[in-house]
């Protein structure tokens, strides 16, 4: 019952997550289940991962219970990152992505990481630490 609760709760964020991930589906992307997720990659999903953050690499993203990953190994080597973001959205619900952008919000107007020093980001680096 607790899983179902925690699939509803983080609904809206998985929902757009399969939306995304759908449509990189149709051309030419990938798609696998793994831990309770589902993982899409390849094709638009990672020329989209390509364009976030400014030019900055990034290997994937979590949307729910939808983590979209530029190819399967980043997918493999950011799964327990992404599995900490994962258990935010499920703690959070609709509230994970305006209380993740108001901490980078409030770092960036202090000087601080907008994404490195976000306490969302922190409690999934000191998970799994990169290397
Ligand atoms: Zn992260």
Known sequence: ?????????ASP????????GGVG???????????????????PTKRLLHRLRDGQ????????????????????VSH???????????RWGPFFGPAYLLASLWLWFRGRDPYRDNPFEREA????PPC
């Open 1 to 9: 019952m607790r899983s179902l609760l925690v699939y509803l709760w």
């Open 80 to 90: 327990e990152h992404e599995l900490v973001h994962v258990r935010q959205y499920e």
């Open 125 to 128: 680096y000191d998970a799994d």
């Open 25 to 43: 589906l149709m051309f030419g992307g990938r798609v696998r289940c793994r831990s309770g997720v589902v993982q899409f990659c390849e094709g």
């Open 13 to 20: 964020y998985t929902l757009l997550g399969l939306s995304v």
């Open 57 to 76: 690499f990034v290997l994937a993203i979590t949307l729910g219970h939808v983590v979209l990953g530029q190819t399967e190994a980043a997918l493999d």
